[in-house]
Every structure is written in C-alpha cells, then in structure tokens.
C-alpha cells in the first residue's frame, strides 16, 4: 500500500489488531482510486452509555486531488463493536469516494465537450 495512512485512537490503548482492519480497509479503498493522496484514521471511545455500554465512533479524513472527504462518527453511527464501526465508516467512505468519482468523471467529460 502507498496510501499515506494515519490511524490514531483516542480514549482507548492502541491495537495492533484495529490497526491492521484500518490498513486493510484503506487498501481497498486505494483499490476504487489510486490517487487518494492521504488517509487519517481517527478510532475514539467518547462516552459510555449506561444501557449499550462503550460505544466507538471512527472518523475518516481522505485527501483526494482537488479535495477532501471525510466520513464523521456520530451517535447515530456508534456501535459497541469497534470493528463495526469501522467497517461501517470504511463502507461510508468508498461510497463518498464513488460518488466523487462520478462527479469528477461528469465534469471531465462535460469540459472536454466544449
């Protein structure tokens, strides 16, 4: 993987194991498109919830040429398993870098028809 990655963890000891879900996740991400120039990984435990317990949120920043995108754990996205949040946030940011691809394919090609 040439994919500049930066994974952090807050309010939780590192892990080796997430660590390498995290570098697995962004190597297919650098699959869908080679040009994404950086990767931060954010993995925090915030708070726990006394009817769930620890909830995890995972934050994802994407350098892409020309722009950023970037996936924000919320509530709404929390879950008791960090490897869940993490695939889901992994599935939240290939679908925005799709999205992103069409878009710019749409305007390469509309720019090349003037």
């Known amino acids: 993987m040439r994919l500049p990655l930066q994974v952090s963890f807050r309010n ?3 892990s080796e194991f997430l660590e390498a879900k995290i570098r697995e996740k962004a190597a297919k991400l650098e699959k869908v498109f080679d040009g994404i120039t950086r990767c ?3 993995v925090e435990r915030p708070h726990h919830d006394q009817r769930k317990g620890w909830m ?3 934050r994802i920043d ?3 040429p020309g722009g950023r995108i970037a996936v924000r754990g919320d509530d ?3 879950h008791t398993d960090p490897r869940a949040a993490i695939r889901d946030a992994f599935d939240a940011a290939q679908r925005q870098l799709s999205d992103w691809i069409a878009r710019k394919r749409t305007v390469e090609a509309l720019e090349a028809a003037d």
């Open 12 to 14: 939780l000891h590192p």
């Open 40 to 42: 931060d990984v954010v």
């Open 56 to 58: 995890y949120h995972v």
């Open 62 to 64: 994407l350098t892409v």
């Open 76 to 78: 709404s996205h929390a």
